[in-house]
Each structure stands twice: as C-alpha cells, then as structure tokens.
C-alpha cells in the first residue's frame, strides 16, 4: 500500500517554475531518500507534501484516499478540519529544530498528542518516557529548548514527531545544523527507526547514510525528478549524465 501518492506536481514562486510536473509515492515500510542539488526542488516537495506550501496544480492521497484534487489543472484543497485529520499520518523534523522554546523537552513532546488527538495524558506521558529512553535523553525531560545542545534539540524533534503514532516520518536535511560528530548519533537514530520498518521520506546531502538506509534514492535537480531506483543503482552506478555529475562534485 502506498502511505503518499503525488501526481503531477507543480509549484511557482512568482515566475520561478520550482517543481514541473512530478509524480511520487512512498510505500507503506519504505525509507525514500531524496538527493540532488541544493535548489532543485526537494524543500518544496516536502512541503507541498506535508501540506506547508499549497501545490498549483496536482493531487496528494494519502493511505490510498484522495486528499488534494487536480481540477482543470488546478490543485483543489479540502477543508482545513479535513486537512487538521490528514496530518496526523505523518511527523515532520525539520532541520532547524522548531521546538518552542518556552515549553520543556516534555511539554514539547506531549502537547499534541494530548491537545490535539486528545489521547490521555497519563498514558502519552509513559510513551514519551519511553521516547526519551530511545533517543538517549531520559534525564531531560524537565530542560528547555535554550539549555540543549543542537544534536539534543533535534532528537527532541524526532522524539516528539513519534510521539503522535505517524504512519510516516517526513525529515527535510536533519543534520545540515549540526557538526559531523552529532551528525552520527541522529543518523544512527534514523537506522534505527529503518531497522523498525518506519516509513521514511529523507531530504538529505548525507549520500553515505541515504545508500546504507535506503530503500529508493530519488535524484531531483531543477524541480524534476531526473533518476530513481535503488541506491546501488542510483548512487553507485547512476545512468543519468546530471547525476553523475552530481555525485562526481561529493566524492572529490
């Protein structure tokens, strides 16, 4: 079963054509890995997909029901309830944290279970021990935003995003923010959840970590998708000329 389906994706930022007619899904237990330069349209991929920017033209089913409708060309949203409903399937880590910062490691891990899927709060609370325990911060449960490390901050992140029970994790470039050595610890994190069969969408520049974990690596550049398969494929013997170059300019 696919969890995402998108067809014929378009997306402009005034006259800039950012993403041309794209299609992709994600299968339900897949880890998808999205490479390619930076400003080829993989950002807003992620977001039209995630409902944070509104497509111009395609549609978006999720768990194989439709979502968004392409009308005449056009990209037809449903109410913002329907919409509120949809994005409890998929968490969302961004590669800037965007924890708040005047609730604790707990507070922001808790709130939207509780607040918005209206699960109760004794028993989200046990989860996100267990949360914690997982991402290797059981003692900061009670610290803030300010008084953790970056590497601590996104693992925070990735705790809270799993605390809503997603059906997908989506994570637009995690360690971009951090330096290499925190780098390992979140991508051994992001193995872990692989190893569980979570289903994954990764927007990243790590080409190493997207060929040991990935299912499907997607090489995107100038807002098409140029080449896909599976990373042996794409990464290590790729047949388009762009991506060849692409991975010539990492690996000098």
């Not at 299609?23 to 950002?43: A, D, L, N, R």
């Not at 762009?242 to 300019?249: D, G, I, Q, V, Y």
Request: glycine letters at 6%; proline letters at 4%.
């Amino acid at each position: 079963m696919n969890v995402i389906e998108m067809n014929h994706v378009k997306k402009s930022f005034g006259d800039k054509e950012v993403l041309k007619d794209i299609s992709f899904f994600v299968e339900e237990g897949e880890v998808v890995s999205v490479i390619g330069p930076s400003g080829s349209g993989k950002s807003t991929l992620l977001r039209c997909a995630t409902f944070l920017e509104r497509m111009d033209a395609g549609s978006i089913n999720y768990l194989e029901k439709e979502i968004v409708e392409d009308k005449d060309g056009a990209a037809v949203y449903p109410s913002k309830k329907e919409l509120r409903t949809v994005c409890t399937n998929f968490g969302l880590v961004f590669q800037n944290f965007n924890l708040f910062p005047h609730y604790s490691v707990l507070k922001n891990i808790l709130d939207a279970p509780v607040s918005i899927q209206k699960r109760d709060r004794e028993e989200v609370y046990e989860e996100v021990k267990k949360l914690l325990e997982k991402v290797g911060l059981s003692d900061k449960e009670n610290a803030y935003p300010c008084e953790l490390s970056g590497g601590q901050q996104q693992r925070v992140a990735i705790a809270r995003a799993l605390a809503l029970k997603p059906k997908m994790l989506y994570f637009d470039e995690p360690t971009s923010a951090l330096d290499p050595e925190i780098t390992a610890g979140i991508l051994k994190i992001m193995k872990e959840l692989a190893a569980e069969k979570m289903t994954m969408v990764i927007v990243t520049h790590e080409i190493d970590f997207a060929r040991a974990v990935s299912d499907r690596v997607i090489f995107m550049d100038n807002g098409v998708i140029v080449e896909q398969g599976k990373p042996e494929d794409v990464i290590d013997n790729p047949s388009n000329d762009r991506t060849k170059e692409f991975l010539k300019k990492l690996t000098y």
